[in-house]
């Protein structure tokens, strides 16, 4: 496999506060990857820098797709929002946006059944107000899969849904994964992780590694002959 994201040195801010230091980390095409840590570590930071919705304050953040990584990379939140229109008109909305007209409803059909929808013809017209929570999530990785992206990242995809949706979202991104695309995704949920057999790297430090370390370091001024 060929290295797709090289990241080093790389530092986000904050108004002036650091969300998140990453002194290096490489991805390669095809790999499945588990972003842990404690919240406030930086993991949704790092996704929102891999999909290039921000610029990193400082440090090396080097895509080797193709020459427009947006067309290519595609993020799904933790609580993902929909549009005010109908389930079909949402799932395909970015591929409208591309000006691709053709084979809308073939693509709307294949990608919601892909995130467990056994009948997304009843589902097409349906406003987003009358699904539930596990349902807009899914609906949301049904729009994302129907980029067919070579990049998927994915914030908490399992944390706010019921069983059955969680079940149905692992199945989708297996799928994916299958299919050869790079996932990327920031987890707390070990058996999201083990299903998709990820690679994991950790963030940050816990809350009482940090108070530990502080408490054992000698006081300011400390030392010198007793």
Known sequence: MSALYECRDLVQRYAGREALRL???????????????PNGCGKSTLLRLLAFLERPASGLLRYAGGAEPRQEVTLLLQDAYLMRCSVFAN?????????????LR???????????????????????????GGERQRVALAARLALRPRVLLLDEPTASVDARSARAIVDAVRDCVRRGTTVICATHDRALMAALAAR????????????SAAASAPPAGAGGAA
């Open 23 to 37: 002194p290096e980390l490489t991805v390669d095409a095809g790999e499945v990857l588990a972003l842990t840590g």
């Open 200 to 211: 994991e790297v950790a963030l940050g430090r816990r809350w009482d590694e940090s108070e």
């Open 91 to 103: 799932v395909t909305l970015g591929l409208r946006l591309r000006h691709q007209r053709q084979d």
């Open 106 to 132: 073939a693509i709307y059909e294949e990608c919601m059944r892909a995130v467990g929808f056994a009948a997304p013809g009843e589902l097409a017209g349906r406003d987003r107000r009358a699904l539930s």
